[in-house]
């Protein structure tokens, strides 16, 4: 044959692949095989008068080269039918038995039909000798064809979180031999194949669509069951990483010997992320059961009863109390007797950080003082949240939406956790029937806090290339109306 017809077509051959396989990266196991192949055929053209020379030993050049591009052409072919079918790639552990079969029967081929090798008696010592072989390797061999049958079937991937037996992890490879797991303690957990195919496998990553699971908790029998599933929900609302799509669900799941048990089931992405969320959903319970004096109950059978201590004595809280709200401008002109009245209404409130306390635009009739922590106070401006103070120990909020009924005009979210007391519009209705004229201080006072509020806003928006809109007219006597209105004065 001639060369200069070979070898020229043999380079534009590989030059052609090597583009190729430069856009598509799957061909690229070709390029190396292909490129001896045609060095090869070159070689052989030139000084042995042809591309098959007559002794077979020197044909093992011009054939192993080509066995090698054949299996690895039927290995890239098997991918692409399996990632058509199955919309994912193979696992390395079947290319690997694909390729030892198909270079075992190409090896085959070339010995019987290149070296005339006979290879019946072969197989025949072969089939003896495997049996020895396979009785002695069984566990081994079991494993392997455990994993095979894994492969096929596809139950898992890589990445997937999965509990075989009592055990959970996240699959790192799958070999000949074992499955290897990444368990939640981060230790490598090694699994035979053949133990994997025996049990039963839980596969928490699939579907993809979002997952769920369930938190239970107590809740003593005096607490109604609509209040108590209100300050759950409450409670979740708060907690951030549940699917936005599919919203928690609470129900009554039974009755105990010291409390109705409530169960929660609550939905999430990604499986990895269930602790974390668990955790969040039972920080945020405490808080709110605390807010809302819901006691998780000790078992009946416990023979100490035990209550919780108050961090001070109750004389020390009520003098404490009466101290913090003297300090408090909006009661100054209250009598001690009146001081004290609102000093017993007081509720103790807990919330953590991050917490909403109020919201702007949301109805309220409660007022506010901050016993302990720090909040935010964030007004909407410029079509985002705005910081425009931090309130301490000592300082007060929500006075206007007590007295006058509107709605809260900005957000309060504690910056720590704080501890809280508050009064409603219930607490104070008392005080001002008895004495209105009281309603007349407090709103000379209030319209002072609300034209300096104004200004500070008026400050803030001008760097937002918004002007402030201050109301006109008499803004003391408008506040006085409305309490006047709003307690029936």
Same mark, same amino acid.
């Given at each position: ?8 077509? !043999?380079l534009l051959?590989?030059?052609?692949l090597? $583009? ?5 990266p799957?061909?690229?196991?070709l390029v ?6 045609v060095? /090869?055929v ?44 199955h ?6 552990l ?16 070339v ?17 003896? &000798?495997?049996?020895?072989? !396979? ?5 081994t061999?079991g ?21 075989v037996?009592?055990?959970?992890g996240?699959?790192e490879q ?11 303690? #981060?230790?490598?957990l090694? +699994? ?6 025996r049990?039963?496998?839980?596969n928490?990553?699939v ?10 908790v ?8 609509n ?8 409670a979740?609302a708060?907690?951030? #990483?549940?699917?936005? #799509?599919t919203p928690?669900?609470? $129900? ?13 089931r ?5 499986? @990895? ?5 668990? #955790? ?9 059961f605390?807010?809302g ?7 009946v ?16 809280? !009520? @003098?404490?109390?009466?101290?913090? &709200? $003297? !300090?408090i ?5 209250l ?11 007081l ?6 950080a991050?917490?909403? +306390?109020i919201e ?8 506010f003082?901050?016993? $302990?922590? @720090? &909040?935010? /106070?964030?007004?909407?401006l ?5 910081e ?6 000592? @300082? ?7 007295l006058?009924?509107?709605q809260?005009?900005?957000? &309060?979210?504690?910056?720590t ?17 008895a004495?209105?004229? /009281?309603?007349v201080?407090?709103s ?16 803030l928006?001008t ?8 109301e ?16 029936g004065?």
């Open positions: 044959m001639d060369p200069w017809v070979i070898i020229p077509a !043999g051959a590989l030059l052609v090597a $583009r190729v396989a430069r856009l598509r799957a061909f690229r196991p190396g095989p292909f490129a001896l192949f060095l /090869v070159s070689g052989l053209t030139l000084f042995a008068g042809g591309p098959l020379p007559a002794s077979p030993w020197l044909a093992l050049l011009f054939l192993l080269p080509l066995l090698t591009l054949v299996v690895r052409g039927n290995v890239i072919a098997f991918q692409w039918l399996f990632q058509r079918r919309g994912a790639s193979p696992p390395s079947l290319d690997s038995v694909i390729s030892v079969v198909f270079y075992g029967v190409g090896l085959g081929a010995a019987h039909y290149w070296f005339k090798l006979e290879l019946t008696p072969f197989l025949a010592t072969s089939a003896v &000798v495997g049996a020895v072989v !396979g009785l002695a390797l069984q566990d061999l494993n392997l064809f455990a994993g095979i049958a894994l492969h096929t079937e596809s139950p898992f991937r890589v990445g997937d979180w999965v509990r037996a009592d055990r959970d996240r699959i799958v070999s000949w031999r074992a499955m290897r797991l990444r368990t939640w303690d #981060g230790d490598t090694t +699994i035979p194949n053949g133990e994997v195919a049990h039963v496998m839980l928490y990553s579907p993809m669509a979002p997952h769920s699971r369930v938190v239970v107590g809740i003593n029998y005096q607490t109604p069951p209040r108590a599933i209100a300050i759950i929900r409450a979740l708060q907690v951030t #990483g549940m699917s936005a #799509g928690p669900n609470v $129900r009554i799941a039974g009755y105990l010997e010291s409390a109705i048990q409530y169960e929660i609550y939905f999430f992405g990604a499986y @990895e992320d269930y602790r974390a969320i668990e #955790g969040e959903i039972y920080r945020m319970i405490w808080y709110h605390r807010r004096g819901i006691d998780i109950p000790f078992p059978r416990n023979v100490f009863m035990h209550t919780p201590a108050a961090t001070n004595p109750a004389e020390d809280l !009520g @003098e404490r109390l009466l101290r913090a &709200v $003297r !300090g401008d909006l009661f100054r002109s009598s001690d007797g009146e001081l004290r009245t609102v000093a017993a209404r509720k103790p409130l807990h919330y953590a991050g917490e909403k +306390i702007e635009g949301s109805a309220g009739d409660s007022f003082l901050v016993d $302990r922590g @720090e &909040v935010r /106070v964030l007004r909407r410029g079509g985002a949240p705005r425009i103070a931090r309130l301490g120990e000592g @300082e007060c909020f929500g006075e206007m939406a007590m006058t009924g509107q809260r005009t900005a957000t &309060v979210v504690a910056s956790d704080v501890d809280v007391f508050m009064i409603d519009k219930g607490g104070f209705q008392d005080i001002l029937s004495n209105p004229d /009281v309603a201080d407090i000379a006072l209030l319209s002072k806090r609300r034209a300096a509020l104004s200004h500070a806003e008026a400050d928006t760097r937002l290339n918004r002007g402030a809109d201050p006109d007219g008499d803004l003391s006597q408008r506040i006085l109306d409305r309490i006047r209105s709003y307690f004065l």
